[in-house]
């Protein structure tokens, strides 16, 4: 993912890029409850891609080293 764009403040972080086939990616992060990260990941246009979100999610456990992506 090339990264495009970033932002954030105290209520989110946000970082928008560009896949190979030219389609964005925004991965969202927000605070939850307790110690809890909520991540949110829209792949694509409009209504997104769910396969490619599942994949950059388990990327980013893998990379994390939490969760089924271990």
């Known amino acids: 993912i090339e990264v495009s764009e970033t932002a954030k403040d105290v209520f989110y972080a ?3 890029g ?3 086939d030219g389609k964005t990616v925004t991965i969202r992060l927000e605070p939850g409850a307790g110690n809890i990260t909520e991540l ?3 792949a694509g246009g409009w209504l997104g891609n769910e396969e490619r979100s599942r994949v950059i999610y388990k990327k980013i456990q893998q ?3 939490t969760g089924s992506g271990k």
Do not use: D, F
């Open 18 to 20: 560009n896949v190979a």
């Open 63 to 65: 990379n994390l080293g």
């Open 40 to 42: 949110r990941i829209k």
């Open 14 to 16: 946000k970082v928008v």
